[in-house]
């Protein structure tokens, strides 16, 4: 609701097209494959981090996943898109790189700017340390420089935001942060990227943003006096 507060030219573009009816119902199905492609990544994920093995970790979500997912009512059809748009990950550079995972759809908060939201996955990468990861399903590549790119940026600063505070105790900062973004044009799965400096910005800049959510929604109230 928070990155709401930023104008998207292409959405609001897409929805005159369509009209709003039928924008909501793809939207609508986008979702129901988005839960169940994370749904067969995560289970690949958590089972290869236990067993280290790429082929039991495989059967183990093709086996499973399906099963939760129709608890959900996720519609059959999208369950197989879900796992089509999962293969493209298994069979690309990033399935085996998460070696160390901390958490998986983990809640995260922030008890200074009062808001909330789950995170695909917390992990150390070799590199950088402590480090968070989302999936996304997309229907074709992001731009760079695009109004969606930048959301998207802004909200893995969401996510670093909330774990720097989270474990503020630890001494603990998020400085790198992947958006894995898998398309339906090609079998090419994209990461956009977020470190370092540029990380520190989106942080702020959604902290900023966050400010301007609880001022218009009349609970500035809640906000730390620290953070003003």
């Known amino acids: 609701a928070i990155l709401e507060l930023i104008p998207d030219p292409?959405?609001?573009?897409?929805?005159?097209?369509?009209?709003?009816t039928k924008a909501e119902q793809i939207m609508t199905a986008a979702g129901y494959r988005g839960s169940a492609m994370h749904m067969f990544i995560e289970n690949y994920v958590s089972n290869l981090v236990?067993?280290?093995?790429?082929?039991?970790?495989?059967?183990?979500?093709?086996e499973e996943s399906p099963k939760l997912l129709t608890a959900q009512n996720i519609p059959a059809e999208k369950i197989k898109e879900g796992l089509d748009f999962f293969y493209k990950f298994y069979y690309s550079e990033f399935s085996n790189q998460y070696s160390e995972i901390i958490g998986i759809e983990l809640g995260i908060y922030s008890p200074s700017l009062f808001y909330r939201g789950k995170l695909d996955m917390f992990y150390k990468h070799r590199l950088f340390d402590f480090a968070v990861a989302d999936f996304k399903s997309m229907s074709t590549p992001i731009k760079k420089g695009s109004v969606k790119e930048y959301k998207m940026k802004l909200q893995l600063g969401a996510y670093g935001n909330a774990l720097d505070e989270m474990y503020s105790s630890?001494?603990?900062i998020i400085k790198y942060g992947s958006l894995i973004c898998i398309n339906k044009k090609d079998d090419i799965v994209q990461e956009v990227v977020c470190s370092g400096n540029e990380l520190q910005k989106m942080k702020e800049e959604f902290q900023n943003l966050c400010r301007e959510w609880h001022i218009k929604n009349n609970s500035e109230y809640l906000i730390n006096k620290n953070n003003k």
């Open 50 to 62: 236990t067993t280290k093995e790429p082929s039991e970790a495989l059967k183990f979500t093709q």
């Open 10 to 20: 292409d959405l609001d573009a897409f929805i005159a097209a369509v009209g709003k």
């Open 170 to 172: 630890k001494g603990l």
